[in-house]
Nanobody, 117 residues
Framework: QVQLVESGGGLVQPGGSLRLSCAAS????????MGWYRQAPGKQRELVVT???????NYADSVRGRFTISRDNKKNTVYLQMISLKPEDTAVYYC???????????WGQGTQVTVSS
């Protein structure tokens, strides 16, 4: 069982920056994938970025060069640093944790990011 607690969402102007945090607790596997997904109104949930337990990252083309995922293993926390934000980045952002071997997936509650002037 894994619990995910997100924070950092809010309202920001176009071109602004925001940092999201996701703190994980519980039974953390040695082999996993963590990441951020987002869902805009009327659209399906989409990948933003993932990071494996080995450190490999995978970014969506729409955010590459603007968003950066990082982690603090001591705190079991993953971050998403977002810069040069655009109105099309507006969505509910979800933190995800997946155990690779068994395929069990966990989701955070979601945090709203709104990019508007």
């Amino acid at each position: 069982q894994v619990q995910l607690v997100e924070s950092g969402g809010g309202l920001v102007q176009p071109g602004g920056s925001l940092r999201l945090s996701c703190a994980a607790s519980g039974s953390i596997s040695s082999v996993y994938v963590m990441g951020w997904y987002r869902q805009a109104p009327g659209k399906q949930r989409e990948l933003v970025v993932t990071i494996t337990s080995g450190g490999s990252t995978n970014y969506a083309d729409s955010v590459r060069g603007r968003f950066t995922i990082s982690r603090d293993n001591k705190k079991n926390t993953v971050y998403l640093q977002m810069i040069s934000l655009k109105p099309e980045d507006t969505a509910v952002y979800y933190c995800n944790y997946r155990e690779v071997v068994v395929g069990t997936s966990y989701w955070g509650q979601g945090t709203q990011v709104t990019v508007s002037s």
